[in-house]
C-alpha cells in the first residue's frame, strides 16, 4: 500500500478536527491514521494524516486542505525524509513457563514492560509502524488480548521546519493571520 504523510498545521480551535475530518469525509477520503496534538505555540495544533495513495487523490486532498480556514499549512513528508513514531500498548497473555521467552522477545523489540500480572503482560512499545506490525507478529504466538495504537506521528529530518518560509505561497488574507499564529 502507497501511503502518504501529511503533516498539517491548524488552529488549535473546537470544530477544527470536525472540518478536517468532514472534508475526508465529503469527498470519501480514507484516513489511514490520524494523531492530533498541541505544538510549542498554544494556538496552533499538529495534524499528522496518513492517507492511502492508491485510493485518495494525495494532490487533491492537500489542495482542499489549505483551502480550509483553520488550516495553517500542510506539507507532505517523504518517508526517507521524516522520522515516524508509533506508540502502542500490547497486553498479551503469558503462560508462566513463556514469561522469559515473552520477555526476550519484547528486549529484542526496545519494548518495555509497563504492567503485569500472572496472566498477562502489557508493553509499551514506541517504534516505527513497520518494527511495530513485526512485533505483534512475535508476539501473535502468545495470544494478543488487547491492543491500542495511536497512529503515526512524524517530522521532517534535518534543521527544517514546518513553520519556514515557502516562496512558493502566494501572500493572501488568510495567510497574513497564520503569520501572526506562527509568530513571524
Known amino acids: 500500500m502507497s501511503t502518504h504523510t501529511l503533516s498539517v498545521l491548524v488552529e ?6 470536525a472540518h478536517v475530518a468532514g472534508l475526508f469525509s465529503r469527498r470519501a477520503f480514507n484516513i489511514t491514521s ?9 494556538r496552533v495544533s499538529r495534524m499528522t494524516i496518513v492517507v ?3 485510493s485518495t487523490p494525495v494532490d487533491q486532498v492537500h489542495k482542499q486542505l489549505e483551502k480550509l480556514v483553520r488550516v495553517l499549512k500542510v506539507v507532505e513528508l517523504e518517508a526517507d525524509a ?4 508509533e506508540l502502542a500498548l500490547i497486553k498479551v497473555h503469558v503462560h508462566p513457563a513463556l514469561r522469559a521467552r515473552l520477555l526476550d522477545t519484547a528486549a529484542a523489540f526496545r519494548a518495555t ?10 508493553l ?10 513485526a512485533l505483534l507478529a512475535a508476539l501473535e504466538p502468545h495470544g494478543t488480548c488487547e491492543l491500542v495504537r495511536t497512529g503515526l506521528i512524524a517530522i521532517g529530518r534535518g534543521a527544517g521546519t514546518i513553520t519556514d518560509d515557502d516562496p512558493a505561497r502566494a501572500p493572501g488574507a488568510a495567510r497574513q493571520e497564520e503569520q501572526v499564529l506562527l509568530g513571524r
Open 12 to 17: 488549535n480551535k473546537p470544530g477544527v478536527l
Open 34 to 42: 490520524l494523531s492530533v496534538g498541541p505544538t510549542a505555540d498554544e
Open 124 to 133: 509499551e512499545a514506541v517504534c516505527s509502524p513497520g518494527r511495530l506490525d
Open 52 to 54: 492511502d495513495g492508491a
Open 113 to 122: 514492560v509497563v504492567d503485569l500480572d500472572p496472566r498477562t503482560i502489557v
Open 82 to 85: 521524516a522520522v515516524e513514531r
